[in-house]
Protein backbone atom coordinates (compact mmCIF):
# COMPACT_ATOMS: atom_id res chain seq x y z
CA UNK A 1 0.00 0.00 0.00
CA UNK A 2 1.43 3.02 -1.15
CA UNK A 3 1.00 6.34 1.06
CA UNK A 4 0.76 9.56 -0.63
CA UNK A 5 2.08 12.11 0.78
CA UNK A 6 0.06 15.21 0.00
CA UNK A 7 2.35 18.09 -1.01
CA UNK A 8 3.49 20.64 1.87
CA UNK A 9 2.85 23.15 -0.19
CA UNK A 10 0.20 25.91 0.78
CA UNK A 11 -2.67 27.29 -1.49
CA UNK A 12 -1.00 30.24 -1.73
CA UNK A 13 1.95 28.69 -3.25
CA UNK A 14 0.55 26.85 -5.75
CA UNK A 15 -0.26 30.03 -8.43
CA UNK A 16 3.67 30.66 -8.53
CA UNK A 17 5.99 29.39 -10.90
CA UNK A 18 7.49 26.74 -11.30
CA UNK A 19 10.68 28.37 -11.04
CA UNK A 20 9.48 29.92 -7.93
CA UNK A 21 8.91 26.66 -6.91
CA UNK A 22 12.37 25.32 -8.24
CA UNK A 23 13.81 27.61 -5.20
CA UNK A 24 12.03 25.40 -2.52
CA UNK A 25 14.22 22.21 -3.22
CA UNK A 26 13.07 20.71 -0.57
CA UNK A 27 9.40 20.40 -1.23
CA UNK A 28 10.35 19.57 -5.10
CA UNK A 29 12.27 16.41 -4.64
CA UNK A 30 10.68 13.44 -2.96
CA UNK A 31 12.69 10.36 -2.87
CA UNK A 32 11.24 6.38 -2.89
CA UNK A 33 11.84 4.95 -0.10
CA UNK A 34 10.66 0.89 0.46
CA UNK A 35 11.07 -0.40 3.93
CA UNK A 36 10.56 -4.08 4.56
CA UNK A 37 9.71 -5.16 7.95
CA UNK A 38 10.83 -8.71 9.13
CA UNK A 39 10.62 -10.20 12.46
CA UNK A 40 13.14 -11.94 14.29
CA UNK A 41 12.95 -15.30 11.91
CA UNK A 42 12.87 -12.75 8.97
CA UNK A 43 9.38 -13.77 8.21
CA UNK A 44 7.35 -10.24 6.26
CA UNK A 45 5.43 -8.79 8.79
CA UNK A 46 2.44 -6.97 7.04
CA UNK A 47 0.38 -4.22 9.07
CA UNK A 48 3.80 -2.85 10.25
CA UNK A 49 3.99 1.14 10.68
CA UNK A 50 6.72 2.53 9.47
CA UNK A 51 7.53 6.63 10.14
CA UNK A 52 9.97 8.22 8.64
CA UNK A 53 10.51 11.82 11.06
CA UNK A 54 11.62 14.92 8.93
CA UNK A 55 13.64 17.70 10.55
CA UNK A 56 11.86 20.82 9.91
CA UNK A 57 8.46 19.10 9.16
CA UNK A 58 5.59 20.16 11.21
CA UNK A 59 5.20 16.89 13.62
CA UNK A 60 1.30 17.34 14.15
CA UNK A 61 -1.24 16.89 10.93
CA UNK A 62 -3.47 20.33 10.00
CA UNK A 63 -6.13 21.45 11.36
CA UNK A 64 -9.28 19.30 10.96
CA UNK A 65 -7.43 16.14 9.18
CA UNK A 66 -9.94 13.31 9.87
CA UNK A 67 -9.29 9.25 9.49
CA UNK A 68 -11.89 6.57 9.68
CA UNK A 69 -12.14 3.47 11.64
CA UNK A 70 -14.72 1.61 11.20
CA UNK A 71 -16.29 -1.63 12.90
CA UNK A 72 -17.64 -4.16 10.45
CA UNK A 73 -18.67 -7.78 10.75
CA UNK A 74 -17.63 -7.32 14.21
CA UNK A 75 -14.04 -6.06 13.13
CA UNK A 76 -12.08 -3.33 13.64
CA UNK A 77 -11.82 -1.68 9.43
CA UNK A 78 -9.25 -1.43 9.59
CA UNK A 79 -7.79 -3.50 12.73
CA UNK A 80 -4.39 -0.96 12.00
CA UNK A 81 -4.67 2.57 11.51
CA UNK A 82 -1.95 4.78 11.25
CA UNK A 83 -2.17 8.47 11.95
CA UNK A 84 -0.18 11.42 12.24
CA UNK A 85 -0.68 13.38 15.84
CA UNK A 86 -3.29 15.70 15.83
CA UNK A 87 -5.93 13.77 13.73
CA UNK A 88 -9.62 13.02 14.46
CA UNK A 89 -11.20 9.78 13.92
CA UNK A 90 -14.39 8.95 13.25
CA UNK A 91 -15.75 5.45 14.23
CA UNK A 92 -18.79 3.99 12.05
CA UNK A 93 -20.67 1.35 12.87
CA UNK A 94 -21.23 -0.55 9.84
CA UNK A 95 -22.38 -3.66 11.70
CA UNK A 96 -26.73 -3.76 12.67
CA UNK A 97 -25.38 -4.46 16.29
CA UNK A 98 -24.21 -2.24 19.14
CA UNK A 99 -20.23 -1.70 19.51
CA UNK A 100 -19.50 -0.68 22.68
CA UNK A 101 -15.41 0.63 22.18
CA UNK A 102 -12.41 1.44 24.33
CA UNK A 103 -8.68 2.44 24.79
CA UNK A 104 -7.11 1.97 27.74
CA UNK A 105 -4.04 3.13 26.37
CA UNK A 106 -2.05 6.05 28.02
CA UNK A 107 -1.82 7.35 24.25
CA UNK A 108 -5.93 7.79 24.49
CA UNK A 109 -8.09 6.43 26.40
CA UNK A 110 -11.47 6.86 25.43
CA UNK A 111 -14.83 4.97 25.54
CA UNK A 112 -17.83 5.38 23.25
CA UNK A 113 -20.59 3.57 25.13
CA UNK A 114 -23.37 1.61 22.82
CA UNK A 115 -23.91 3.06 19.71
CA UNK A 116 -25.04 2.50 16.17
CA UNK A 117 -24.15 4.14 13.22
CA UNK A 118 -21.80 7.35 13.35
CA UNK A 119 -20.80 8.57 16.95
CA UNK A 120 -21.99 12.38 17.22
CA UNK A 121 -17.94 13.24 17.88
CA UNK A 122 -14.82 12.20 16.95
CA UNK A 123 -12.08 11.36 19.01
CA UNK A 124 -8.64 13.28 18.81
CA UNK A 125 -5.42 12.03 19.21
CA UNK A 126 -2.76 14.31 20.35
CA UNK A 127 -0.09 12.26 21.42
CA UNK A 128 2.34 9.83 19.68
CA UNK A 129 1.73 6.06 20.97
CA UNK A 130 -0.37 3.45 20.70
CA UNK A 131 -3.90 3.18 21.27
CA UNK A 132 -5.10 -0.58 21.95
CA UNK A 133 -8.91 -0.96 20.87
CA UNK A 134 -11.56 -3.13 22.26
CA UNK A 135 -15.13 -3.75 21.97
CA UNK A 136 -16.80 -4.42 25.57
CA UNK A 137 -19.45 -6.53 23.79
CA UNK A 138 -17.45 -8.17 21.40
CA UNK A 139 -14.05 -9.86 23.23
CA UNK A 140 -12.42 -10.79 19.89
CA UNK A 141 -12.33 -7.27 18.63
CA UNK A 142 -8.77 -5.92 18.66
CA UNK A 143 -7.71 -2.80 16.51
CA UNK A 144 -4.51 -0.40 17.24
CA UNK A 145 -3.97 3.11 16.22
CA UNK A 146 -0.66 3.86 15.90
CA UNK A 147 0.10 8.04 16.10
CA UNK A 148 3.14 9.19 14.88
CA UNK A 149 4.59 12.79 14.94
CA UNK A 150 5.29 12.95 10.82
CA UNK A 151 3.20 13.34 8.12
CA UNK A 152 5.51 10.43 6.51
CA UNK A 153 4.07 7.11 7.20
CA UNK A 154 3.19 4.34 5.69
CA UNK A 155 1.62 0.23 6.54
CA UNK A 156 4.09 -2.76 5.16
CA UNK A 157 1.73 -5.08 2.72
CA UNK A 158 1.43 -8.71 2.98
CA UNK A 159 4.98 -9.38 1.74
CA UNK A 160 6.22 -6.93 4.45
CA UNK A 161 6.77 -3.60 2.43
CA UNK A 162 6.10 -0.02 3.17
CA UNK A 163 6.60 2.70 0.40
CA UNK A 164 7.14 6.24 1.41
CA UNK A 165 7.81 9.43 -1.01
CA UNK A 166 10.28 11.45 1.88
CA UNK A 167 12.98 14.86 1.11
CA UNK A 168 16.60 13.77 0.86
CA UNK A 169 17.85 14.22 3.97
CA UNK A 170 19.18 12.69 7.73
CA UNK A 171 15.82 11.40 9.05
CA UNK A 172 14.44 8.73 11.61
CA UNK A 173 12.38 5.98 10.68
CA UNK A 174 10.52 3.90 13.07
CA UNK A 175 8.61 1.02 13.04
CA UNK A 176 5.79 -0.40 15.18
CA UNK A 177 3.90 -3.56 14.81
CA UNK A 178 0.85 -4.84 16.36
CA UNK A 179 2.65 -7.48 18.74
CA UNK A 180 4.41 -4.98 20.29
CA UNK A 181 1.21 -3.58 21.45
CA UNK A 182 0.81 -0.56 23.43
CA UNK A 183 3.31 -1.31 26.23
CA UNK A 184 6.50 -1.23 24.12
CA UNK A 185 7.99 1.73 21.59
CA UNK A 186 8.91 1.94 18.59
CA UNK A 187 11.97 0.70 16.87
CA UNK A 188 13.95 3.50 15.75
CA UNK A 189 17.23 4.39 13.81
CA UNK A 190 18.67 7.10 11.45
CA UNK A 191 17.92 7.00 7.87
CA UNK A 192 19.92 8.92 5.66
CA UNK A 193 18.29 9.27 2.40
CA UNK A 194 20.33 10.59 -0.69
CA UNK A 195 18.51 12.88 -3.21
CA UNK A 196 20.15 10.68 -6.12
CA UNK A 197 17.35 7.76 -6.29
CA UNK A 198 15.15 5.27 -4.77
CA UNK A 199 16.28 3.82 -1.97
CA UNK A 200 15.11 0.59 0.02
CA UNK A 201 16.37 -0.70 3.41
CA UNK A 202 15.00 -3.82 5.55
CA UNK A 203 13.94 -3.51 9.67
CA UNK A 204 14.28 -6.32 11.49
CA UNK A 205 12.21 -6.38 14.95
CA UNK A 206 13.41 -7.72 17.63
CA UNK A 207 12.78 -10.70 19.41
CA UNK A 208 9.86 -11.03 22.02
CA UNK A 209 7.25 -9.36 19.86
CA UNK A 210 4.74 -11.87 21.01
CA UNK A 211 1.11 -10.50 20.39
CA UNK A 212 -0.70 -9.12 23.63
CA UNK A 213 -4.15 -9.23 23.69
CA UNK A 214 -5.82 -5.76 23.98
CA UNK A 215 -6.01 -4.89 28.15
CA UNK A 216 -9.71 -4.64 29.59
CU1 LIG B 1 -18.49 -4.79 19.36
Redesign the pocket.
Known sequence: MRHLVAPLVPAALRTFSAAALAMLPCLAMAVPVEVTVLDARNTPLNDAVVSIEVKGVKPTAAAGTQAELA?RN?SFAPSVLPIQTGTSVQFPNL?T?????YSFSAARPFEIKLYAGTPASPVTFDKAGTAVLG????DR?AGFIHVVNTPYFAKTSSSGVAQLDVPAGEHTVQVWHPSLADTRQPLRQPLKVLATGAQSLTLTLPANGTSTPPGK
Open positions: QRDVRHHICNIHM
